[in-house]
């Protein structure tokens, strides 16, 4: 996440003093767009349909360019692009998606915003519901009786306006939730005939200020904040692991400082950038859960993946929790929980529970802490000294074990991930960059100096995400003059081709590097433990996994849009050179570059 955005408000007051609607709107759908306006909307993202004809042409003609219309090619790219621009800046975009056909080709996006806690606006055309106006058959099988039922469970909230007064407070509604940590998307549908429909009698909008002001952020209760803290300041090796505070760029120093004040070792999680990867006291990737008398999970949500171990293959779990170690937790536990998706994952037993939003309670835990510790007694000042030297040789352990991992891959081709990861680092670290969402296995992780929260918004959920949250993150980042690096898998950027197209259209300053193992790898690797489980052939584990005969030329595919674009590469030796050429291009121009590098499977 960036400090703060070029073009961002106040968090809690979006519109400003000056906001004021344009001169006489006429149609139903000018008054929307003076409301999407004074919500403080820069973009909105969509794929056109006809049940949005009327937002549209307002969009266009009344508001002129006041909200720039981002055109993509599928609906689910659209919100994507939504997605990552919240992720990369914390202010919302919006997305309008044709009826309930387009909302349903969006599901997939809506669903990932919404696990991923990114606050994105979706609107919607419908109806119209006034039944005499609906066109024979189209209207009739594109409408759905309450619309919002297809991402209720999956959306912060929706609804669905009725008359024009009630818009503005409907969409300030909307767009409160949509910010209120923790955040989400959320879903409004807007009748086409309404859109349409002449304005007879004025719309207020003065009160539009007040309306979509954001409610103050959740505390702790001082109480139990307190005794989190000494908790935490009288465990002998204590341990942090955060996910999501890192959405509010404060927390990634804040986490600094209070690690470094207590003597606290730090398990990243990725889901945002926490915590700096080069730091000693950050010691991801050892087995120091396992030595911890104490941790901290900090705004997670899914407690069990960093503290279990799994063996995939009969779906084994055992904890890695020393016996007896204190479990102490901070964030937003329940508030938000869904009754539909089970992202929330296993419930695990804890000692202590502070419900808050971290971005307030973490700089107020700092100062529990640095009172507690002004205190300590010598002794007590060695032990935390001892257990910081001890988490500084695990740290040092743990990257002296990657640099050895990636040096007997070193001249592998075809070009194992390290290298991949390795070459482009010798470019991205001339320049002022941002990784945007996959990471090339970790491989990036464990190279790159992730020294600066804006480095990287958080990692990719899952293929089919990566491309498109990439586009919002190069447009959050546009005139910046960042190096927008997008590490891309060929399996995921089948999904969504045409968000290339996107990138060309509006000439974002995103440089591609193929993560291209022309397979779907992660599934293959799972066949091929089932078959060594079971007995059957490895060798047939390829079937309906590989992305080959034949391979997708991306360099080719890329051009066909607009990019610069180079490979596929092949030879380790020539990586860094095409990359910086690619770089230099998209620094010089402003526009997209690709280069396309065959890799190993991991």
Not at 144 to 151: K, L, P, R, T, Y
Not at 298 to 326: C, F, H, N, W, Y
Not at 357 to 380: N, Q, S, W, Y
Request: proline residues 7%; aromatic residues 6%; negative net charge.
């Amino acid at each position: 996440m960036t400090e703060k955005h070029p073009a961002s408000k106040d968090k809690h007051h979006p519109i400003g003093d000056n906001f004021a609607p344009y001169d006489e709107p006429q149609w139903g759908s000018d008054v929307m767009v003076d409301v999407l306006r004074g919500l403080g909307l820069r973009y909105v993202a969509l794929n056109p349909g006809s049940s949005f004809r009327g937002l549209h042409d307002s969009l266009v003609n009344y508001g002129g360019d006041a909200i720039t219309m981002i055109e993509c090619p599928h609906e689910k790219i659209a919100v994507a692009l939504a997605h990552g621009y919240a992720k990369a800046t914390g202010e919302p975009m919006a997305v309008i998606l044709h009826d309930l056909v387009g909302l349903l080709q969006g599901t997939m996006g809506v669903y990932y915003s919404y696990i991923d806690r990114s606050p994105v606006l979706v609107l919607g055309g419908s109806g119209p519901a006034e039944h005499d106006r609906r066109r024979p058959n189209i209207d009739w099988i594109h409408s759905a009786n309450v619309q919002g039922e297809a991402v209720r469970a999956y959306t912060k909230w929706d609804h669905e306006p009725r008359s024009l007064p009630s818009v503005q407070t409907v969409l300030a509604r909307a767009y409160r939730i949509a910010m209120e940590e923790p955040r989400g998307p959320v879903y409004i549908a807007l009748d086409a005939g309404l859109q349409e429909s002449p304005v007879t009698e004025p719309v207020p909008l003065e009160d539009l200020p007040r309306l979509a002001t954001v409610p103050s952020r959740l505390a702790p209760e001082p109480a139990a904040l307190r005794e989190l803290a000494e908790r935490l300041c009288a465990a002998q090796r204590p341990v942090i692991v955060p996910a999501y505070a890192g959405r509010d760029p404060q927390s990634f120093h804040t986490l600094v400082e209070l690690a470094e004040l207590v003597g606290i070792g730090v398990v990243e999680t990725h889901w945002r950038l926490n915590f700096p990867n080069r730091h000693p006291l950050n010691v991801t990737g050892s087995p120091v859960i396992e030595d911890a008398d104490c941790v901290l999970f900090v705004d997670v949500k899914d407690m069990g993946k960093p503290t279990q171990k799994l063996e995939s293959t009969t779906r084994s779990i055992t904890s890695r929790l020393a016996p007896g170690a204190t479990v102490l937790d901070i964030g937003f536990n329940d508030v938000g929980i869904s009754s539909w998706s089970e992202d929330y994952a296993e419930l695990l037993p804890t000692d202590l529970q502070v419900t808050a939003d971290t971005a307030v309670a973490l700089p107020l835990l700092l100062e529990e802490c640095r009172r507690i510790v002004a205190g300590d007694d010598p002794a007590r000042q060695a032990r935390r000294e001892e257990w910081k030297a001890d988490l500084a040789l695990r740290h040092d352990e743990v990257w002296a074990g990657w640099r050895k991992k990636a040096e007997e891959v070193h001249d592998s081709v075809p070009v194992s991930t390290a290298r991949l990861a390795a070459e482009v680092w010798e470019v991205v670290q001339e320049h002022d960059w941002v990784l945007t969402a996959g990471t090339a296995a970790e491989w990036a992780l464990r190279t790159w100096d992730f020294d600066a929260p804006h480095r990287h918004p958080g990692k990719q959920l899952g293929t089919a995400t990566q491309i498109g949250i990439s586009l919002g993150v190069a447009l959050a980042h546009k005139g910046t003059g960042r190096l927008v690096v997008d590490l891309q898998p060929d399996g995921d950027l089948m999904f969504d081709a045409g968000a290339l197209w996107v990138a060309s259209r509006y000439e974002l300053p995103l440089l591609v590097v193929m993560f291209n193992n022309r397979a779907y790898y992660n599934d293959w690797e799972h066949q091929e433990r089932l078959a060594r489980q079971r007995g059957t052939p490895v060798a047939r584990a390829h079937i309906g996994m590989a992305i080959d005969t034949p391979a997708p030329d991306f360099a080719a595919l890329a051009t066909s849009f607009g990019w610069w674009a180079e490979g596929p590469i092949e030879d380790p030796d020539d990586i860094q050179a095409a990359v910086r050429r690619a770089a230099e291009h998209v620094q010089r121009t402003g526009t997209p570059a690709l280069v396309d590098v065959v890799c190993q499977p991991k």
